[in-house]
């Protein structure tokens, strides 16, 4: 069941993460290039890797 939860907040951080980051891009008038949105996305993973122990034992202690 922890799994689930977690597996549904990556998701639901991906999705707003990803959507925060094009609004970002957008506002900073930042090329639409495939490399820049890798870019961005690597930089959201690596936001969400660093706290997944944090997520996890919150899920867990709720």
């Known amino acids: 069941?922890?799994?689930?939860?977690?597996?549904?907040?990556?998701?639901?951080?991906?999705h707003d993460s990803g959507q925060y980051l094009t609004n970002k891009r957008i506002d900073e008038s930042q090329p639409n290039t495939v490399?820049?949105?890798?870019?961005?996305?690597?930089?959201?993973?690596e936001i969400f890797n660093d706290h997944v122990l944090d997520v996890k034992r919150q899920i867990y202690e709720n």
């Not at 490399?35 to 993973?45: H, S």
């Open 35 to 45: 490399e820049n949105t890798m870019a961005l996305f690597d930089a959201g993973i």
């Open 1 to 14: 069941m922890h799994e689930c939860i977690f597996g549904m907040v990556f998701e639901k951080y991906i």
